[in-house]
């Protein structure tokens, strides 16, 4: 068959703030997800429980006086284990391997000159591991890893002095690493601030009079770093390649009714809006209208336009997990500009946690990606959130998860042979790891299981499920094997 190309990188994705765990030890700063609570199902809304939104709010956490189970700061120890979980990527076959630096690892402040010694160090031994194994790491420079610091000194991404103290880290390590580090990606799911402005963008948003003015200037504010970060790495790395990356939200009009179709174009134009600047180089115009009637004004300095325009990305990367549907009706649109939109697709069955499941939607966002952009794109993120069991015997039969791995590849092949240039594919959560969205642990993802509950219990012991050898099968035959 053949559907996929030489080379194509099959692998696995994580990140720093969901894996690492070791939150003070090596000299790291504490990190905005080392803050966040773990919430019960029962007490949060929409299935994301991520905010912290005052400076209160933050002393407290800070002072131990509100929440005792905080389940980044822990992760599942790949601080300590890398060495194990590495040896078990490589039985797979990985090619790739997707992880994040957690930034106040290098800098725990994120405003300092000096980076920290201890946390290159702790990279360098990671990434060595990986070339023993030769697997190719890809790495995200900012997974939503801002140092706390930065939060509380400069309310995160709204004051431009974050452009130049993230320059200066992203240089730091392109110069460490730039032997050992071929693939970059400059901020995950940049299009988060405008769910999560603290999670997204540092920002405390009671602090700021209008939430939005200040979400797409500390956009604003990404958008250059990472151009500068994209020139810094073509000047340091004359061989890598740069992508930025992009929680993908394909959206369908819930009917042929052209109010509904309009709807659906717009929301997906805002979704595109991230990539349209970052690959294009320049803000789309229908943005400007979304501005005006939202009163919203982008302070731009003398040069932004051009960094923009002169520095894109090589690649285009994505987190695709569901799709969304949307509405003209007046009565329902005021769900339009959320991120998980309330009208479900009857189409589409959903995970539980409510996530709609659609592989062919995964063939229509590459299609759709690759038309507008002609560049070659990458699915970094990409799997199905379950619970799972760990039967008398020991197995776990996650044959739910290798149905929707299964469908979501077939999908990428036939997009493959549509012509679409896709250079890689890394499951998310390729090791069981907490979630971003609710801070649990019994959401997992993986191939491998890791035995610890909601609230840290458990030997942290590594298995292997029934998905581990289906997705060893998928990369032996390169994809042939389904
Ligand atoms: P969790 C929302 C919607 C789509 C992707 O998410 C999202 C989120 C945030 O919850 O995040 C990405 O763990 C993100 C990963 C995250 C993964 O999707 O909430 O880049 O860090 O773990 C899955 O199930």
């Not at 980044?72 to 300590?80: A, P, T, V």
């Not at 600047?277 to 501005?291: C, E, I």
Request: with cysteine.
């Amino acid at each position: 068959m053949g559907r996929f190309p030489e080379g194509f990188l099959w692998g696995g994705a994580t990140a720093a703030n969901q894996l690492e765990g070791a939150y003070n030890e090596g000299g790291k700063g504490l990190s905005i997800f080392d803050m966040v609570t773990f919430v019960p199902k029962e007490e949060r809304g929409n299935n994301i429980e991520m905010d912290v939104t005052s400076e209160e709010e933050l002393d407290e956490l800070l002072a131990g006086k509100k929440g005792d189970n905080f389940p980044k700061r822990r992760g599942i120890d790949f601080y300590h284990r890398y060495k194990e979980d590495i040896a078990l990527f490589a039985e797979m076959g990985f090619k790739t391997f997707r992880l994040s630096i957690s930034w106040p690892r290098i800098f725990p402040n994120g405003d300092e000159q000096q980076p920290n010694e201890e946390g290159l160090a702790f990279y360098d031994k990671v990434f060595d591991e990986l070339a023993n194994h030769g697997i190719e790491p890809l790495v995200t420079l900012s997974h939503y890893e801002i140092p706390l610091h930065l939060v509380k000194k400069y309310n995160g991404w709204a004051d431009r002095r974050l452009v130049d103290f993230f320059v200066h880290y992203a240089e730091t390590v392109f110069e460490r690493y730039k032997d050992k580090v071929k693939y970059w990606l400059t901020f995950n799911e940049i299009n988060i601030s405008t769910i999560s402005p603290y999670i997204g963008s540092g920002i405390l948003v009671d602090r700021v009079e209008h939430k939005e003015q200040a979400v797409y200037q500390a956009l604003h504010h990404q958008f250059v770093a990472s151009a500068r970060a994209v020139k810094a790495c073509h000047e340091i790395i004359p061989d890598a390649k740069i992508g930025c990356m992009l929680a993908r939200m394909e959206v369908y009009p819930e009917t042929c009714n052209p109010d509904d179709v309009l709807a659906a174009l717009e929301e997906d134009q805002k979704n595109l809006f991230f990539t349209d600047v970052q690959v294009r180089g320049y803000y789309p115009s229908f943005m400007n209208r979304y501005f005006e009637e939202n009163n919203i004004k982008i302070e731009m300095l003398p040069g932004d336009e051009e960094m923009l325009r002169q520095h894109t990305v090589d690649f285009l990367s994505f987190s695709y997990y569901m799709t969304m549907v949307a509405s003209g009706a007046p009565d329902k649109a005021k769900e339009k500009g959320n991120f998980f939109s309330g009208i479900k697709n009857p189409f589409l069955e959903a995970s539980d946690w409510g996530w709609q499941i659609d592989p062919k939607g995964l063939r229509i966002t590459l299609k759709k990606l690759y038309d507008r952009y002609q560049v070659p794109l990458f699915i970094v993120e990409n799997g199905l959130g379950a619970y799972d069991t760990v039967e008398e015997d020991g197995s776990i039969n996650d044959d739910y998860r290798i149905d929707y791995l299964r469908a979501h590849i077939e999908q990428m092949g036939e997009a493959i042979k549509d012509g679409v240039d896709l250079m890689g594919y890394t499951s998310w959560g390729c090791i069981d790891l907490i979630s971003a969205g609710t801070s649990e642990m019994s959401k997992r993802y993986g191939f491998i299981y890791v035995d610890q509950d909601d609230y840290g219990n458990g030997t942290l012991e590594r298995r292997k499920k029934k998905s581990f050898e289906w997705y060893k099968q998928v990369i032996a035959t390169n994809g042939d094997m389904l």
